[in-house]
């Protein structure tokens, strides 16, 4: 494995700005010389410490999975709770998609994604490649905004505070494997250099190969194209598959605006009954207190609790109105060609993209007091139809933010006028604009 990389071209995946990277050595961090974008940090040993964690992150996975989150005990009966049984009791309640969301987003993507990393990673340390390592690697990239196990803790921790005035509560050994999980995860992330795994997957490439180039149609354009999965420029059309990953080149995201448009519109007109209808109700003896996500955060503030009154009116009220305003700016200015202030539309892409999972919060919290609090005529907790109408609002921000393609508030713009372009600190300029 050598230490300092080769030097390579990479497309810009927000600006698209092709450039060459030079040669880097370890720990050295390359940003665009057009937007700032995050390109590549290197890293000394960068498969030992990531492979080490995701092992630790599958063992803590499967105490997290295995063992009982949080006990309830109310009147002389308790009940506990594991990952699974908040989609379960959702199922029964008939809120089977919003069963579906919650299990995705906090066993399935979560658990694929440790699992195939791990096995790309081991997969290196092989003296042959087995197949089909690169298509696992490439989905570790598209899982990675839907694993969702640290939105769920917090969730589990506005739910802890809401209960503790129904019943009495202890915590489970499954919290604090969950809570290493999200350190492991996080410290594998930053820690993986995701280039070069893709070059030590080259370096294996198994015997005879095809000439590392998308296959050119008669009368067809080829254009180079920096892939959106892996990273790989190559030449080819638009619609060609990826020598590297296998996943189809696009220029720019096809119909990127039509597709962000229709999400985003799907998503204001779901916010209306997702703030209207109750998005869980209260039994208490018989008698119900249906309640909305804003009536949640006033019985929060009446219980004193501010700090998590705010958290969760800041989650659940606040970040999908900034997301629908923001991803509405970004497609009018993109589709007026507007020149303005393009560094600072990245950035608003770039926190609306990363801001959105995080509203999640409320349904985590929902799954976790429906699966608790089933006391019969004592107090039952039921989910309402507000919150399946809250989680398509943000599934649907999260799909329009991915459907919006950045490159466009670049490319769509006329040229700047000449003048210095700022480098980042170990990129070089731009070598030549993607469309030539
Ligand atoms: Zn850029
Ligand atoms: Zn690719």
């Known amino acids: 494995m050598p230490t300092v990389t080769r030097p390579h071209l990479l497309e810009c995946h927000e600006c698209g700005t092709l450039q060459r990277l030079p040669a880097m050595p370890p720990g050295a961090r390359a940003a665009c010389a057009t937007c700032e974008a995050h390109l590549r940090r290197t890293r000394a040993d960068p498969f030992s410490a990531p492979l080490a ?41 008939g809120l089977w998609e919003l069963g579906a969301v919650v299990l995705a987003t906090t ?71 969950l809570a290493a999980l999200t350190a492991t995860s ?36 080829t254009i180079r194209m920096g892939c959106d999965t892996c990273g790989l420029v190559s030449r080819g059309y638009d619609g060609a598959i990826c020598p590297r990953c296998g996943f189809t080149l696009h220029h720019r995201k096809p119909n990127s605006l039509a597709r962000a448009w229709a999400l985003t519109l799907a998503a204001a007109i779901l ?110 907790i039921v989910p309402g139809a507000g919150a399946i109408a809250f989680a398509a609002v943000v599934v649907l921000t999260m799909l329009a933010a991915r459907a919006f393609d950045p490159r466009l508030i670049w490319d769509r713009a006329a040229p700047a006028p000449a003048g210095p372009v700022p480098a980042g600190p170990a990129s070089e300029g731009p070598a030549q604009s993607a469309a030539a």
Request: proline content about 6%; glycine content about 6%; aromatic content about 8%.
């Open 53 to 93: 964690l995701n092992i630790a992150g599958l063992v803590l996975f499967a105490i997290g999975t295995g063992w009982t989150l949080l006990s309830v005990s109310t009147a002389g009966q308790s009940r506990d709770a594991d990952l699974l049984t908040g989609p379960r009791e959702m199922g029964h309640f």
């Open 107 to 177: 066993v399935a993507a979560p658990l694929a994604r440790i699992a195939a990393t791990t096995a790309v990673l081991v997969s290196l340390r092989l003296r042959h490649r087995p197949p089909g390592i690169p298509a696992l690697f490439a989905w570790t990239e598209h899982l990675r905004p839907w694993a969702m196990v640290e939105i769920f803790l917090l969730g589990l921790f506005v739910a802890y505070v809401r209960l503790s005035d129904i019943a009495h509560i202890d915590l489970g050994p499954s919290i604090a494997a």
């Open 186 to 221: 996080f410290a594998a992330d930053t820690l993986l250099d995701r280039h070069a795994v893709w070059e030590a997957l080259d370096a294996k490439k198994p015997r005879p190969n095809r000439p590392p180039r998308a296959a050119t149609l008669l009368g067809t354009k």
């Open 271 to 380: 916010y209306i009954p997702a703030n209207t209808y109750p998005i869980l109700t209260v039994i208490r003896f018989g008698a119900g207190q249906p309640s909305t996500i804003l009536e949640g955060v006033r019985e929060l503030l009446e219980a004193g609790m501010w700090p998590l009154a705010l958290l969760v009116f800041f989650a659940s009220i606040a970040v999908p109105v900034l997301k629908l305003f923001g991803l509405v700016l970004l497609l009018i200015t993109a589709m007026a060609r507007v020149r303005a202030r393009r560094r600072d539309r990245t950035a608003l892409y770039r926190i609306v993209e990363a801001v959105g999972r995080w509203s999640m919060i409320d349904i985590f919290m929902e799954s976790i007091l429906v699966a608790l609090v089933q006391f019969g005529a004592i107090v039952t």
